[in-house]
């Protein structure tokens, strides 16, 4: 299968030159930044089958282009992945064989867009239409085992492990599963696995991030059991990181790999990453935008706060990561974030 651009665009100019009537669906692949026109490529997979006339391979491969070039623009911008799931089915219903996408599907789906079944969904799919590609089971059982279902996840691993070519890592990791251990260092070896067989480099990427996510967690279980023991002596929690060290209930800091620092929510003990926190933050606030545009253009004034969201149905419930609070400015309708009461935690440490 053609998997790069140069070799796309050839293939694209002797479909175009064979076939005029696939020329209109193709030019679509054009790459456009235009909202409106982001998905206009992907049509049902239904459609454009038929429509591709033979050359179901090179649609699927354009259309992977532009999946990449979707996942990239959310990724640095937003954070929102809502169409990725019909990305993805698009181009597998295409191109059945393409382990690629039901990989890097699965992983955008579960890690990115916060839609878990909808990625198990893709890879059972996957193995459907490859029932002998063990890669797929893998990743189910990975997946799974993130999730904490480690009876499936164990299914999983075993049935790659058993399958042409299996190998010793899906039986060990389905030894990990049933015996539900160290999750953090499961999880650890488990990515590192993933980063050093990927060909992928948005895949890399995700497997990287998770990495100094699962160090950023260690961290913040070390720094929440010490803002305990803050407590019972202090009979409050700290508010900051500094002030446990000041304190002497910890000698130092631990470096955040995101290469922020930690932040401590004065009222709960809870540590987080600041840059995790923050990105957090900033994907709730566009879903929030979105929400509260179509809240104005069907209401005609923008919402009073997020509680009014959720009153005229808009909204199933208010966020509030880290007890903060979302508010809107009343002439742009955009989200804010207040931070609990005396507490500036983009710059104080």
């Not at 839609?115 to 002998?132: S, T």
Request: hydrophobic share 40%; charged share 25%.
């Amino acid at each position: 299968m053609v998997r790069s651009l140069s070799a796309a665009l050839i293939a694209l100019g002797l479909v175009v030159g064979a076939n005029a009537k696939i020329a209109p669906a193709l030019q679509s692949a054009r790459i456009s930044t235009d909202e409106e026109e982001e998905l206009g490529l992907f049509p049902s997979g239904l459609l454009v089958g038929p429509a591709s006339c033979g050359f179901r391979n090179v649609v699927a491969d354009l259309l992977w282009l532009r999946a990449i070039q979707y996942y990239g623009k959310h990724k640095q911008g937003d954070q929102l992945f809502e169409k990725a799931a019909h990305v993805f089915s698009v181009l597998t219903d295409l191109d059945p064989n393409f382990i690629g996408a039901y990989r890097f599907g699965s992983l955008v789906l579960v890690e990115d867009a916060g839609e878990k079944e909808k990625g198990f969904a893709l890879l059972r799919k996957g193995v459907r239409k490859n029932p002998l590609d063990g890669s797929l089971y893998f990743d189910l059982g990975f997946h799974h085992f993130m999730a904490e279902d480690y009876g499936r996840a164990a299914v999983y691993f075993r049935r790659a492990a058993s399958l042409p070519g299996g190998s010793d890592k899906a039986a060990r990791f389905a030894a990990y599963a049933e015996n539900r251990q160290g999750r953090f260092d499961v999880a650890e070896e488990m990515w590192l696995d993933i980063l050093s067989n990927t060909g992928n480099d948005k895949t890399r990427a995700s497997a990287e991030f998770a990495l100094k996510g699962i160090a950023a967690a260690r961290d913040t279980l070390f720094l929440a059991e010490r803002a305990r023991t803050f407590h019972d002596r202090y009979g409050r929690f700290p508010r900051s990181v500094n002030e446990m060290i000041d304190s002497g209930v910890i000698r130092s800091a631990p470096e955040d790999p995101f290469g922020t620092y930690y932040v401590v929510q004065p009222a709960t003990g809870e540590v987080r990453s600041w840059y995790l926190l923050a990105r957090e933050l900033k994907r709730d606030c566009a879903v929030l935008d979105k929400v509260a545009a179509r809240y104005a253009e069907e209401r005609g004034s923008p919402p009073a706060d997020a509680a009014a969201l959720v009153e005229e149905g808009y909204l199933g419930k208010i966020p509030s990561p880290f007890g903060v609070t979302y508010t809107f400015d009343r002439r742009t309708g955009k989200a804010g974030v207040l931070f609990p009461s005396g507490r500036e935690m983009g710059g104080d440490r």
